[in-house]
């Protein structure tokens, strides 16, 4: 059976937001469109739709025959489908570039279907149960008895659908909508819960779940010193503790919530402080360190990751930290919106060795740890 796949790419992937569409978004190092098209590597004939805007970019897709897209899927679809009547093949599949994740054993079920049908097409069964909604409340049920999610490669008698694009008229919300217009058997064949079509903007996480980059897990370390100065109290993770000294900095000096934020800067691999609050920089005189700490937090949460612990040393041999050790705990754990089993704050002294020994200053080192899933 000499078999075709059109992959169509022309749109323009609103729901899914970012600079590129979405078929043209990095996942695990490579654009969606290339992660589809491996899919379909054992296809002699590839025909990719792209957006006109985007034909510059048929020079990436080697050995595909690239076409230009319309206004809708399904005009995109016919363009597609012209673009192969030339030299007809006998079956061609016809798939959307945003679902990367297509199975062999999905394109195998439908190619092997096409040798008794018109048609084929994966879908899998509605198994949760479905509402009306009106004005934000539930206003009906709707039995879900043979209702199916559709998926694609929908697969088609080439010349069968080749006519029923061309005689039908109208939005159709995929091949099968048209092809049931011009009255071709439709087989459903079992499809896959994987293939998801990425639609919205968490699709593309999934997406790079399914694709094996696994959990990403990180451990940074940050390591900090301030020294004394005159004063009557210490700034120390986010809680003000009485002193016969104070210590000496740009901002307000607490050490232990520098030593944590960069902690996690260092597990993101995106600097430190200094870096993203520089010293020489006016604005950050006498800052209260938090600023700093949050900055690190929704640097981490941006990048997809949560921090799920940080433990933090203070060095020094005074004040004592005993006393202060849970309001350090929950300040941090605030700031950081993290519960309070996930902060570590402790203490140690050196032994009256070295400069915290002499009490010159106080040290903190710091671990966080963070997880993408
Ligand atoms: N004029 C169009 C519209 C859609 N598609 C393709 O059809 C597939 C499924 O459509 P959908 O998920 O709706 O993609 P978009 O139209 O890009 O998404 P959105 O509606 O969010 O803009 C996608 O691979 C998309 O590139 C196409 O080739 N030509
Ligand atoms: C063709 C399709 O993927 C079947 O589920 C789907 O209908 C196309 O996506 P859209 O969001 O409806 O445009």
């Known amino acids: ?41 054992s ?21 595909c025959t690239c076409v230009a897209g319309g206004v809708s899927r399904d005009a995109s679809v016919r363009n597609g489908l012209e673009a192969l009547a030339t030299d007809a093949p006998d079956v061609v599949l016809i798939h959307d570039a945003a679902r990367p994740l297509v199975s062999e054993a999905v394109i195998t079920r439908v190619v092997d279907a096409l040798s008794a049908h018109d048609g084929a097409a994966p879908a899998v069964a509605v198994t949760d149960a479905l509402w009306v909604g009106k004005d934000g409340n539930v206003d009906g049920t709707q039995d879900r008895t043979n209702l199916f999610r559709a998926q694609t490669p929908q697969g088609f008698r080439f010349d069968k659908i080749l006519d029923a694009h061309r005689n039908y008229s109208g939005a159709a919300a995929d091949d099968v909508q048209v092809a ?30 399914h694709l094996g980059a696994g959990m990403d897990i990180r451990t940074g370390n940050g390591y900090d010193v301030h020294a004394f100065t005159e004063g009557d109290h210490v700034w120390l993770c986010g809680v003000k503790v009485p002193h016969t000294k104070s210590l000496k900095g740009h901002s307000d000096a607490d050490v232990g919530m520098h030593a944590v934020t960069d902690a996690i800067y260092g597990a993101l691999g995106m600097g430190d402080i200094g870096q993203h609050f520089p010293p020489s920089d006016p604005q950050w005189k006498g800052a209260a360190s938090h600023i700093f700490l949050e900055h690190a937090c929704k640097l981490a949460r941006d990048n997809g990751f949560t921090i799920t612990h940080v433990d933090c040393t203070l060095i020094c041999e005074a004040p004592k930290v005993g ?51």
């Open 1 to 41: 059976m000499n078999k075709a796949v059109i992959i169509v790419a022309a749109g323009r992937g609103v729901r899914a937001g970012g600079d590129v569409p979405k078929q043209w978004r990095i996942i695990q190092d490579r654009t969606v469109l290339s992660h589809t098209l491996e899919r379909f590597a």
């Open 43 to 63: 296809f002699d004939r590839i025909v990719v739709v792209l957006h006109p805007d985007d034909m510059h970019r048929a020079a990436e897709l080697e050995g």
């Open 180 to 209: 049931r217009a011009a009255g071709l058997d439709v087989l459903i064949v079992e499809g896959d819960e994987a293939n998801i079509k990425i639609t919205g903007p968490d699709d593309f996480a999934r997406a790079e779940r």
């Open 323 to 373: 006393p202060h050790h849970a309001a350090m705990k929950s300040a941090m754990a605030t700031i950081m919106g993290l519960s309070e089993d996930r902060v570590s704050v402790k203490a140690t002294t050196s032994e009256k060795l070295g400069f915290t020994g002499r009490e010159e200053g106080i040290a903190s080192i710091a671990t966080a740890t963070l997880v993408k899933l």
